[in-house]
């Protein structure tokens, strides 16, 4: 792909970040966390382009997506938030589910 394109490693990373910018895995404590995404997903899944629970809960929509998981090792729900080139509705998304999990 490098010699192909002519670029440096970093700037195909960077055009790949640029274009499905993404929250990171983000980790929260909860008390009752299966409710918590359960109570998320029946917010979410009837908007929803999909539904998919093979690891967690992962929904996706037209310009965004997040996954929402138990750990395996930690007392700890994992979310995952991506967009499609778009940093405000990003933080937007992120934001809005962190509120839900706390």
Known sequence: MISQ???T???IVADYVNAYPSSGELNVRLE???QVI???LSRYEQDALVVDKTDGVSVEFAQWRFNLRLSNTEPVVRMNVE???DPLLLRQK???LMQ???
């Open 5 to 7: 394109r002519g670029e």
């Open 100 to 102: 839900l999990l706390t």
């Open 94 to 96: 992120t934001d809005e």
């Open 9 to 11: 490693l970093s700037k």
């Open 32 to 34: 009752q966390p299966q």
């Open 83 to 85: 967009t499609r080139a």
């Open 38 to 40: 359960a109570s998320i």
